[in-house]
Structure formats: C-alpha cells, structure tokens
C-alpha cells in the first residue's frame, strides 16, 4: 500500500546547477520545504538530485579529449556531478535531513529524518531511476519530475515551434517517444530506463518546471497545476 506522507522528487541538475549553483532558487525551495513540513509532521520528501551544468561540461570535456571515450566513463562523470549537487542540497537542509546522501538506492535505509536526499547511483541510467527505485522502496505512489521543461510536449519546442504540449500520457505512449536506451548526458523529460520501471511497478510521474516554486506547492497540495502526468 503506497504511503501518501512520502513525495519522491527527482531534482533536476538544471535546476539546481544549470552552469554554476542557483543560490536564489534554493534559497526559494528550503523556504518552501520549511513551510511544509512545519505544517504536516507525517510529510516526508526525498529529493535524488541530477548533475546539471558540471555534468554536461565535464562530460563534453572528457568526449573531446580520450581517444577512445565510453559511455561507462562518461557516466560515472555524470553521476560524481550528481553527488556534488546532492551534498550542497543535503547539507542545506539542515537538521531536516541527519542521513548521509544515498548513493545506492537499493540500500536506503528507513526514512529516520523528514527529509532525504540522493545522488546519482551508477553507469547506465540517469538519477530519475534512483528516485524510482526510492519511490518503489518507501510505498510513493507518486514521483515530481523538476527539469527546465514545463510540460512534456509531442517534440523538442526548442526545435520545432510546432510542438504541442502534452496534459496527460501513458507510460506506453511516452516510452514510443524516448525509446528505451540511456546514453550519457541524453536529453529526455524522463529517463528511458526509468520509465521502463516506472510502468512495470505502476507509478505515476508528473513532469513540471523546477523552477516555478508556486506551481510545485499545487501539485504538492492537490490543486490545479501545469504539467504532464505520466502512467
């Protein structure tokens, strides 16, 4: 049975670190986390932080430069990019947060603090698998996607100004878009590899912008919001 106190979020890195870190916007998230949890002591959120800006840089780096580059070394320069960020973000929290950052989501312990934060795992997916895996280990019913996009749309806006925003979609119909592969530093509203998962133990994801603070407290207050629901 899922347990609705707990709220899985997969933090994006381009949100958290596009280029350097976003000093205004976590200021903005730790304000709102504050607020509620001060106002529901069941809440429990765990946020799996993505590499972002130094992952993409780092990884380009490393591209141009090895005479015969692997998407395994790429990865694991990825998912060190994602620790950097998660322990800037679990160092945040404060006396929320007590637990070290996870680094295999497969051996999380139990939820001892209000607040939990994660990195990237290993090679072969990006961190939106990490936060699958937690959602399906602590009973989430749910996983908030935060990425620089607000909605999932039907192609990449950024490249066809045709593309149609997206309200709602099947895991079945989403996987058709993104396919089923991970490449390293792959640029898709949810991870292939996690989707895969997502739809296998039945979870719903909801893709939204991270930056839009407002927007998330709707969706983490059952009101009205803009974004896609997946599943």
């Known amino acids: 049975m899922a347990d609705p106190s707990v709220v899985v979020m997969s933090l994006g890195g381009s949100v958290v670190a596009p280029q350097g870190v976003d000093e205004a916007y976590l200021k903005d998230l730790l304000a709102l986390v504050g607020r509620l949890l001060g106002e529901d002591e069941r809440r429990r959120f765990i946020f799996v932080v993505g590499g972002g800006g130094p992952a993409r840089a780092w990884q380009k780096a490393y591209r141009n430069l090895a005479s015969r580059a692997s998407d395994g070394e790429a990865d694991w320069i990825g998912v060190m990019a994602t620790r950097l960020n998660a322990q800037l973000v679990k160092a945040l929290?404060?006396?929320?947060?007590?637990?070290?950052?996870?680094t295999d989501p497969?051996?999380?312990g139990p939820l001892t603090d209000r607040v939990l934060v994660a990195s990237g795992w290993?090679?072969?997916?990006?961190?939106?698998?990490?936060a699958v895996i937690?959602?399906?280990?602590?009973?989430?019913?749910?996983v908030i996607n935060l990425s620089n996009i607000d909605r999932?749309?039907?192609?990449?806006?950024?490249?066809?100004?045709?593309?149609k925003?997206?309200?709602?979609?099947?895991?079945a119909d989403f996987r058709a878009m993104v396919g089923d592969e991970w490449v390293p530093g792959k640029n898709v509203p949810f991870?292939?590899?996690?989707s895969r998962h997502a739809e296998k133990i039945g979870l719903k994801v909801i893709c939204a912008a991270g930056k839009d603070l407002r927007n998330l407290?709707?969706?983490l207050r059952g009101r009205e919001f803009l974004g896609t629901v997946i599943g």
């Open 134 to 142: 937690l959602a399906e280990r602590f009973r989430a019913s749910l």
């Open 122 to 130: 290993k090679p072969g997916f990006s961190s939106d698998y990490d």
């Open 165 to 171: 925003p997206i309200d709602s979609i099947s895991w």
């Open 152 to 163: 999932v749309y039907t192609d990449d806006p950024r490249k066809n100004p045709k593309a």
């Open 106 to 108: 497969t051996q999380a």
């Open 93 to 102: 929290m404060g006396e929320w947060c007590g637990q070290d950052v996870v």
């Open 217 to 219: 407290e709707n969706i």
């Open 191 to 194: 991870d292939p590899v996690a």
